[in-house]
């Protein structure tokens, strides 16, 4: 199978995402800017679970181009990840809903660190598919981003039982540490190109 199938495939499947998440904001009673303020926790979340869906996807899409070819495990794993990303509808809603009190807040938690898992396992499997001069390889190398998320995302969950401040405290750093565009697989194509 070409690794355009899977693309697209995953490209659905988040697009579904999405959209499924910003049908959850429900429309205010009321005309005037007041009736807005109790969207506001929905809407932090969903601008939260907005940004990680599309770190997952640029990310994702990067990964995919140093494959050569898909494999059996790499579909599978592949549809690991999108079995996690697919629960952020539902983890958002629950979070914003409940004004983000602990249970929520660290089953969205939960839900971040399966997904980070899942990555990394497609991570691998792509790796040992290309064998020991891997492309994907070459370009993560140490990856302090992807080792240290999930350590942060479990010490958020346990701090959402705590202080639910402390624990979006620490999505939002995480987020914010993979807006930083990531460069090193471009980096790694081009030197292969070059």
Do not use: C
Not at 30 to 35: N, R, V
Not at 58 to 77: F, I, Q, S
Not at 130 to 153: E, F, M, N
Not at 163 to 170: E, G, T, V
């Amino acid at each position: 199978m070409g690794k355009n199938r899977l693309e697209a495939f995953s490209d659905g499947v988040i697009a579904i995402i999405i959209t499924i998440m910003v049908l959850e904001l429900k429309v205010p009673h009321g005309e005037d800017l007041h009736a807005l303020s109790p969207l506001i926790p929905a809407f932090l979340t969903y601008v939260l679970s907005f940004i990680y869906v599309g770190i997952y996807w640029n990310n994702h899409h990067h990964m995919l181009h140093t494959a050569h070819k898909v494999t059996g495990p790499m579909l599978w794993a592949n549809l690991h990840l999108l079995f996690w990303l697919s629960l952020l509808p539902f983890a958002t809603g629950w979070m914003g809903e409940n004004h983000f009190a602990a249970a929520p807040s660290a089953v969205y938690g939960v839900v971040l660190l399966m997904a980070s898992i899942a990555y990394w396992i497609l991570q691998q499997i792509i790796i040992a598919s290309q064998g020991h001069d891997s492309l994907l390889k070459q370009a993560v190398r140490t990856d302090w981003k992807g080792k240290s998320s999930p350590l942060i995302y479990a010490l958020a969950i346990a701090m959402a039982f705590w202080s639910q401040w402390i624990s979006q405290a620490l999505y939002v750093l995480v987020a914010l540490v993979w807006l930083v565009p990531d460069r090193r697989i471009e980096t790694a194509l081009a030197r292969k190109e070059g």
